[in-house]
């Protein structure tokens, strides 16, 4: 009797993957909100920072989700810019993913920083020469744009509306779209320049960074939307298969170019082996954390969807090769900012303090138990407010009838 009442459980039932889900969702919920609460009652005093490590995981995090919204938006863009009618479905989708993954992103570095009471200083006495402060304003400014977007968009759809002020809807959505594709370059490139003006960094002060973040950006953000509308477009007909066609070629070719990218930035200073940023490079590569380059990254995150992209052109295989694109290039952040934290500005410096009982600073840092709580707590916020837009708005999807017209 007990065996006939196990095997009567269906575990692969939707209701049942739906109860796994949100207790899935709670229980990140619950972790990621005493992380938050750590956070507001004791500061940043249960993070692995220090005198020489100021910044770790969350600002990893922030350029991640930031360029997650950054990718997310230039392909929704590319619908109205460039006239592809392919792309005009998933036109919301994306524009929602680019708003919540901004959001995630700002409440990650809010948290770093601390005293968001203090955020409207930057608008009311901004210091021009500050990076920091274009990046706000270029935030902000997308920010207004993505939302202006996403009500114009469902405006047009509501029910009653005259053809003309339809149209007029869409002239406006495409205006909104061109002004919006140079907006979404210059922030995704600007947090490349945030760190590549940092001159006494040598990790990060190249010229290239503003290129390499934008093109981690689309790479990224087309992972997600991929996998987004791999597994939760409404209908599976020959539509949605043009559809995952089309988004799993320009995945192929974004995480080309960056690989290409990434040749050129480790090779080149592993040509003589000689000097510092040889040595972080090297660091990266065969240091304590070799796995998350070489399997996180280069293995799930580039091989493994290049492989799956290649071999067969399933929509659902297309799917999983984008969200393993998406999720492991949070890696490639984690390599970025870490690294470039790790050398002393100074030969020697490591050296120059010791306190009462023998004990010098380190310049070793990996993230601790707290930092991750905040991360969690961070992507459970960010799935609330993708699965609350989709339930107040669910013309977010096309209607499997819409849907079915894809690629006609």
Known sequence: MAVSSVSSIDIASPANRARLLWALWILAAIIGGLGFIERLFYGEQAADFSSYIPWGLWVAAYIYFSGLSAGAFLIAAAA??????????????????????????????GVDLGHLERA???IFRPQFHSMMAWMVWLY??????VVAMLWLSFRSDQPGRESEAVSNDQARLRLLA???????IAFAGGVGALFATLAAREFWNSSLFPIFFLVGALTSGTGLVTAVVGWLWPSRDAGWKDLMTLLGRLLLVFIVIDLILEWAEFSTPSW????SFYELTHYVLFGPYWYVFWL????LGVIVPIVLLVKTRNPVVTGVAG??????FFAVRLNLVIPGLITPELRGLERAYSDPIGNRLTFAYFPSWFEWQVLLGAIAFGVALWYVAIRLLPQVFPSPARSSEVGQ
């Open 323 to 328: 969200a393993l694109v998406a999720i492991t």
């Open 80 to 109: 109205y810019v460039f006239r592809i009618r392919v792309l005009e479905p998933i036109f919301r989708p994306a524009l929602l993913l680019a708003a919540v993954t901004l959001l995630m992103g700002l409440l990650l570095i």
């Open 178 to 184: 061109i002004i919006g594709v140079p907006l979404a």
């Open 140 to 145: 902000t400014a997308y920010l207004i744009l």
């Open 120 to 122: 409207y200083l930057v």
């Open 272 to 275: 003589y082996q000689i000097g």
């Open 296 to 299: 996180v990254h280069l293995l």
